[in-house]
């Protein structure tokens, strides 16, 4: 089975082709010559990764799944979930993003977060959601040099060190992303037409 992954994010199509059975074969936008600039303009994780899916599905004609990734901080009211990416402004820029996250912080203690992932999964004219939620903590300094976004700075509940500091395969084994795409390939791997 063709699936298109609806991302220009290389490290993200890594991490979820290890994931996936062989007998899907994974293409990014790229794969499918889709340099369209899909506008995410939902309020909600699951409203973009629906966008992204619906447009790929109408416009292009495959299978897709996209996701939607938000860092939900309980200190800033869930800020910035749905505008992690760009919570610095534009350019979309993951170091500003962590500079901004760090010096809000700087007077709380209350640094519990979570990532949240939702994917939605267009199949053969149905539509399917999936969520992928990992709780954790943000740090007072970054801390690892690998992963992407606020990796950094991020703790993961029962973890020692930051995502930034694990491999993916580690990663994977726990993280929001990881368990939503988990969700995805059972189901994958159990449905029938």
């Not at 199509?13 to 340099?35: F, G, R, W, Y």
């Not at 994780?45 to 996209?66: D, V």
């Not at 809000?104 to 209350?110: A, F, M, Q, R, V």
Request: hydrophobic share 35%; aromatic share 8%; with cysteine.
């Amino acid at each position: 089975m063709k699936l298109v992954f609806a991302t220009h994010n290389l490290n993200k199509l890594a991490e979820v082709q290890k994931m996936l059975p062989n007998t899907i074969e994974l293409l990014s936008l790229q794969d499918i010559h889709c340099n369209d600039d899909i506008e995410e303009t939902a309020t909600t994780l699951e409203g973009n990764a629906q966008i992204k899916a619906n447009y790929i599905t109408e416009h292009y004609g495959y299978n897709c799944f996209a996701d939607d990734t938000g860092l939900e901080v309980a200190a800033l009211q869930n800020a910035p979930g749905v505008y992690s990416a760009r919570y610095a402004g534009e350019p979309a820029n993951a170091e500003n993003n962590m500079q901004k996250l760090l010096t809000e912080l700087k007077n709380t203690s209350d640094r519990k977060a979570q990532f949240r992932t939702a994917i939605c999964l267009n199949l053969e004219g149905k539509q399917f959601l999936f969520e992928g939620v990992c709780k954790g903590e943000i740090l007072s300094l970054k801390q690892g040099e690998k992963g992407f976004g606020y990796d950094p700075v991020f703790k993961p509940e029962g973890s020692t060190v930051s995502f930034a500091e694990m491999s993916s395969e580690e990663k994977n084994n726990i993280s929001h992303r990881g368990l939503a795409i988990e969700k995805l390939v059972q189901f994958l791997k159990t449905y029938t037409h």
